[in-house]
């Protein structure tokens, strides 16, 4: 991915959602994905997620590097707990089969259950982390943090930070051709690891170089004159916005009066079938 | 005149994976101990072009000869035995602690013994006048020297083809001479340099030949002279032959004098065999 900010512009609701809402959201998401020990509700945000962000960037969310993440980590997840986690007692039955592995025993009905509840949480996060990234340009992103309160200076910094991520990764291909160049050898691991001292000095220098250039010039055009600078633009939040926000503060609120009346719908200890898993309430 | 052939370019392409096409039907022939410069504006394709010689990058299509070999199926590793490589920025390629090592680095890369490389680098500290600065850390060395530290632990791996990115960028007036003069030493040492620059001067002052490149493919190719007095193509160039030139080219309107130099010019003009 050439573009490391991973900001895909467009014309969305999401885009013109303010970032500060974005990011109450992603809060919203991430504390409602852990309420619960059952794959429901997590499973709910993640489909509503997915749904959120077809509608903001269409087909370029399958090409999403977090999209992939969150397929990879289906796999390893699901098949992993389902194999090590140490709470699986039953072992699962494939067809009246059971599977097992050397070492780490049978396929259980527990770790896949255990898995399945933590890949739906983590990626029902990471799926409104995939909105929000998508959807924010870095600048309304420091924008926002501003807004919140966090120090100017600190924004600033961060969004530096962002932008020097690309220039980082393509000053090191020019080293690492520089260095190619002068027959750093390129056959096996272990040459590959001894390469990596040659790319990381000129990388670390050029970068404190570059650093101690650019304070330099943000001085001379008067940064840090004032704690507080004027900006271009000025976010509003919109109607929508706010019924967003009451939306999902409302979910939250029922989810945690729920939790509290119902418990967390754990049904790790009443697990016989694989059917067993997607009950909402034990036999 | 029969002049060797060290690098052969038949038909090269270069795209991008972003789709931009940076080499159209390149058609080269580089000779063995000439000092060739490669010049066009920034985009123009000099440096894509100079990256395929060493594998760096692979031609998309199209075939580049080294020394009548194939670069296509060889490492990086593998042609720089052949084709050395001096980047624009110094920074990116120096990382010992000593101007020493920096130079056996790509020695010991090519897996020479310690008497070779002894030899060698006692050899190339005498050419490139290095003694006093062996101790010291290249970092903390001035622009200029670290360029000419670059070059020396480069030329060291004895190259055939010696490509010089952008020499002169940041040298001042010092420092670009004791690089041509450095340029003109390899080449009678027998090695083949290529010059990526910008610097009009610095080229028609120490290049055999020139190489124009505009828009992906070479417009124009010849002597110093030949080039640069064709003001029709530079122009479509965006380049700006020397001032010396110019002045002949000018005089070349109303006088039967092509080719001059310094000396030259001012032999023409005191001889009064001008008519203006």
């Known amino acids: 991915m ?25 809060v919203i998401v991430s504390i409602m994905a852990f309420l619960f020990h059952s794959p429901y ?21 399958f090409k999403h590097m977090l999209t992939r993440m969150i397929i990879i980590m289906m796999f390893f997840l699901i098949i992993l707990h389902g194999f090590v986690n140490p709470r699986g007692e039953t072992p699962a039955s494939f067809f009246g089969q059971e599977i097992s592995l050397p070492f780490f025993g049978a396929y259980t009905y527990e770790g896949f259950y255990l898995g399945l509840v933590f890949w739906l949480r983590l990626s029902s996060i990471i799926m409104m982390a995939e909105l929000f990234i998508s959807t924010t340009s870095p600048s309304d992103l420091i924008h926002g943090l501003h807004k919140l309160g966090v120090p100017y200076n600190f924004c600033f910094m961060v969004s530096m930070s962002l932008q020097l991520i690309p220039i980082s990764v393509r000053e090191a291909q020019i080293i690492n051709s520089a260095q190619r160049a002068r027959g750093l050898p390129e056959k096996s691991i272990v040459d590959r690891f001894k390469g990596l001292l040659p790319m990381f ?26 704690n507080n600078p004027t900006s271009m633009s ?26 509290i009346r119902f418990g967390s719908f754990d049904m790790t200890d009443h697990l016989t079938s694989w059917a067993d898993c997607f009950r909402l309430v034990a036999r | 005149m029969n002049k060797e052939v060290v690098a052969h370019i038949e038909n090269l392409e270069h795209t991008y994976s972003s789709g931009h096409k940076a080499l159209i039907d390149i058609n080269l022939d580089i000779y063995k101990q000439e000092i060739t410069a490669i010049i066009g504006q920034n985009g123009s394709g000099k ?44 920074n990116y390629q120096l990382f010992c602690p000593t101007v020493l090592e920096e130079i056996r680095f790509g020695l010991k890369n090519l897996k020479l013994s310690d008497e070779e490389i002894k030899a060698r680098s006692r050899e190339v500290i005498e050419e490139f006048d290095l003694r006093g600065m062996v101790k ?3 970092v903390t060395l001035s622009s200029g020297s670290k360029k000419i530290v670059a070059l020396a632990s480069v030329y ?32 009678q040492l027998g090695k083949t340099i290529i010059i990526i620059s910008h610097d009009m001067d610095f080229v028609a002052e120490y290049a055999d030949r020139v190489i124009v490149m505009n828009e992906s493919r070479v417009i124009l190719d010849g ?19 020397p001032q010396i030139y110019a002045i002949g080219n000018h005089i070349h309107a109303v006088s039967s004098e092509t080719r001059l130099s310094v000396m030259e010019l001012a032999k023409v003009l005191a001889e009064g065999d001008y008519c203006l």
């Not at chain 1, 404190?208 to 008067?222: D, F, N, V």
């Not at chain 2, 002597?223 to 032959?241: C, G, L, Q, R, Y």
């Open chain 1, 2 to 26: 050439s573009d490391m900010s991973m900001y895909i512009p467009g014309n969305s609701f999401f885009h013109k959602c303010d970032a500060k809402v974005k990011m109450l959201l992603l």
């Open chain 2, 156 to 187: 060291a791996m004895d190259p055939e083809i010696l490509f010089l990115d952008e020499p002169t960028t940041g040298q001042d007036q010092y420092g670009k001479t004791k690089l041509g003069l450095l340029s003109r030493k390899m080449k």
């Open chain 2, 223 to 241: 002597t110093p002279a030949d080039v640069f007095s064709n003001e029709e193509v530079m122009k479509t160039a965006h380049i700006m032959p």
């Open chain 1, 41 to 61: 509700l997590s499973g709910f945000l993640l489909i509503v997620g997915a749904v959120f962000n077809y509608i903001s960037i269409g087909n370029r969310m």
């Open chain 1, 234 to 259: 000025d976010i509003v939040i919109r109607k929508s916005d706010i019924a967003l926000m009451v939306i999902t503060l409302l979910l939250l609120v029922a989810c945690v009066i729920i939790r």
């Open chain 2, 136 to 138: 010291k850390q290249p």
């Open chain 1, 201 to 226: 000095v000129p990388l670390v220098v050029s970068s404190l170089e570059r650093m101690e250039r650019t304070s330099m010039a943000l001085e001379c055009r008067g940064f840090g004159n004032t």
């Open chain 2, 47 to 90: 440096t894509t072009l100079s990256k395929h010689f060493n594998g760096l990058l692979r031609p998309t299509a199209g075939k580049i000869f080294v020394n009548g070999k194939d670069v296509a199926s060889r490492r990086v590793s593998e042609m720089a035995r052949e084709v050395g490589y001096v980047f624009q920025n110094p």
